[in-house]
């Protein structure tokens, strides 16, 4: 969540760089989201709707009166499910359209250099073995099904450089 947060707060939150200009219209899914809310503006709105839908119980069999993050992990589950296939509707936000922002969001900061907020440890680079920021693996680059023999380094280096420091 810290990557979002800080996505949220920065340039990609208030837009900047992207096209924020009338008509909005709903287009193919390859244009992407066509509104003139911001990111941080549709995150704000579609969280406030999710939790009016979890508190209401709407078209769910989730107990009416909790707020998303009060929710079982079942529930949840239950909640995003419903998002994701369209069947979750939220007032005046396009649920499903938000569901795949969220998810994307999520993807970019699972695997984003971990100065950025997220990828905490390197986790997601170990999981894939992806080397990180490192000066040089041009001899591993072919070598396919072969895992990468050290461990990834973010652009602010590796813990183990910085004497003292995690």
Same mark, same amino acid.
């Given at each position: #969540? *810290?990557?979002?947060?800080? =996505?949220?707060?920065? &340039?990609?939150?208030?837009?900047?760089? /992207?096209?924020?200009?009338?008509?909005?219209?709903?287009?193919?899914? +390859?244009?992407?989201?066509?509104?003139? @809310?911001?990111?941080?503006?549709?995150?704000? &709105? &579609?969280?406030?709707? /999710?939790? =009016? %839908?979890?508190? +209401?119980?709407?078209?769910?069999?989730?107990?009416?009166? @909790?707020?998303?993050?009060?929710?079982?992990?079942? +529930?949840?589950?239950?909640?995003?499910?419903?998002?994701?296939?369209?069947?979750?509707?939220?007032?005046?936000?396009?649920?499903? =359209?938000?569901?795949?922002?969220?998810?994307?969001? #999520? =993807?970019?900061?699972?695997?984003?250099?971990?100065?950025?907020?997220? !990828?905490?440890? #390197?986790?997601?680079?170990? #999981?894939?073995?992806?080397?990180?920021?490192?000066?040089?693996?041009?001899?591993?680059?072919?070598?396919? !099904?072969?895992? %990468?023999? /050290?461990?990834? *380094?973010?652009?602010?280096?590796?813990?183990?450089?910085?004497?003292? @420091?995690?």
């Amino acid at each position: #969540m *810290v990557f979002l947060d800080r =996505q949220l707060a920065g &340039a990609y939150g208030s837009a900047e760089g /992207l096209y924020d200009r009338a008509p909005f219209i709903q287009g193919v899914e +390859e244009q992407g989201p066509q509104s003139s @809310k911001t990111p941080a503006q549709t995150y704000r &709105a &579609a969280l406030q709707a /999710l939790d =009016q %839908y979890c508190r +209401e119980g709407r078209e769910s069999g989730i107990p009416r009166g @909790k707020r998303f993050a009060e929710l079982a992990p079942e +529930e949840q589950d239950e909640v995003l499910h419903g998002l994701e296939g369209g069947t979750v509707h939220l007032s005046e936000v396009d649920g499903k =359209q938000f569901f795949t922002t969220l998810l994307k969001d #999520m =993807q970019d900061g699972f695997f984003a250099d971990p100065i950025y907020g997220g !990828n905490r440890d #390197m986790c997601a680079w170990k #999981m894939i073995g992806f080397p990180g920021a490192r000066y040089d693996y041009r001899d591993w680059v072919s070598r396919h !099904n072969e895992r %990468y023999p /050290l461990p990834p *380094v973010s652009i602010a280096g590796r813990a183990d450089w910085t004497p003292g @420091k995690r």
